[in-house]
């Protein structure tokens, strides 16, 4: 069975940082993408960064702020935050994407207070 373990959530201070892990496990064939995603109460779940093959892609409202980055032998992608704004506030989604299937972790929270 496919897990994938998030962990880095928290609450900050705007203009503070974070940093998100998601490590999957399990995952019997070869991982294309990983990727990030958020969803605030209300609102429709978003992508904010995704990375496949060291190609990055990034929400226009995280562009700059956010860093994306993969660790293939450790099968773990990272979300480096930057400057957070109280709007950064929601669940964070890891997600991996294979020829065959998607996986979603469970959503960390992330709350940036003003």
């Known amino acids: 069975q496919v897990q994938l373990v998030e962990s880095g959530g928290g609450l900050v201070q705007a203009g503070g940082s974070l940093r998100l892990s998601c490590a999957a496990s399990g995952v019997r064939y070869i991982i294309k993408t990983m990727a990030w995603y958020r969803q605030a109460p209300g609102k429709q779940r978003e992508l904010v960064a995704s990375i496949t093959s060291g190609i990055t892609n990034y929400a226009d409202a995280v562009e700059g702020r956010f860093t994306i980055s993969r660790d293939n032998a450790k099968n773990t992608v990272y979300l480096q935050m930057n400057s957070l704004k109280p709007e950064d506030t929601a669940v964070y989604y890891c997600?991996?994407?294979?020829?065959?299937?998607?996986?979603w972790g469970q959503g960390t929270q992330v709350t940036v207070s003003s």
């Open positions: 997600n991996v994407h294979t020829y065959f299937s998607d996986h």
